[in-house]
């Protein structure tokens, strides 16, 4: 059964042994776990943004610091998985397709804008724990941002995601 094994000078390499797509020009693999992953993360980060806006009305400032330290932290995780192992593979993987590439770099671009925001209302109300005056705005600032959020959140899932999917049949 694996007498083509006993016969090779070579090593074995795992790309022989397993079907295994990479995006083209990187060592970056496609991951049927991905999606599920940033899904769930998707799902946690809500569900914190839910919990720093509950702390907030709660008038428990300490344990809004402490939330906002947690989203914080799931969000700049998340980025960076997004970054390199969704983000670089669609763009290499549709590098050929004009129309999908460029609806993949517009949402990376949109997606830049978004974390800046979100870190910035983060970074924004930290402070919260220690300055009660800091959170005049909280309101309606945490509504504008959950907001942007929720858009984001649909909108990957919905194309991005669906991108995903099929640039592991195209190539």
């Given amino acids: 059964m694996f007498n083509w094994l006993k016969n090779r000078t070579e090593p074995v390499r795992n790309d022989e042994l397993i079907d295994v797509k990479t995006a083209p020009g990187t060592l970056i693999q496609y991951s049927p776990e991905l999606l599920l992953q940033l899904t769930k993360e998707h799902r946690q980060l809500l569900i914190l943004f839910g919990e720093i806006r509950v702390a907030f009305q709660r008038g428990d400032y300490k344990k809004t610091v402490q939330k906002i330290n947690e989203f914080r932290s799931l969000f700049q995780a998340h980025l960076l998985i997004e970054n390199v192992r ?59 941002v959950g907001e942007i959020l929720m858009r984001r959140v649909d ?16 190539f």
């Fill in 86 to 144: 969704l983000y670089i593979y669609l763009e290499r993987s549709f590098a050929d397709d004009a129309t999908n590439y460029e609806l993949i770099r517009g949402l990376r671009r949109e997606m830049d804008n978004i974390a800046r925001t979100a870190l910035a209302f983060l970074d924004k109300y930290e402070a919260i724990g220690v300055d009660k005056d800091v959170g005049a705005n909280f309101s309606s600032d945490i509504e504008a």
């Fill in 155 to 170: 909108n990957e899932e919905n194309t991005l995601y669906q991108l995903y999917l099929i640039s592991h049949h195209n």
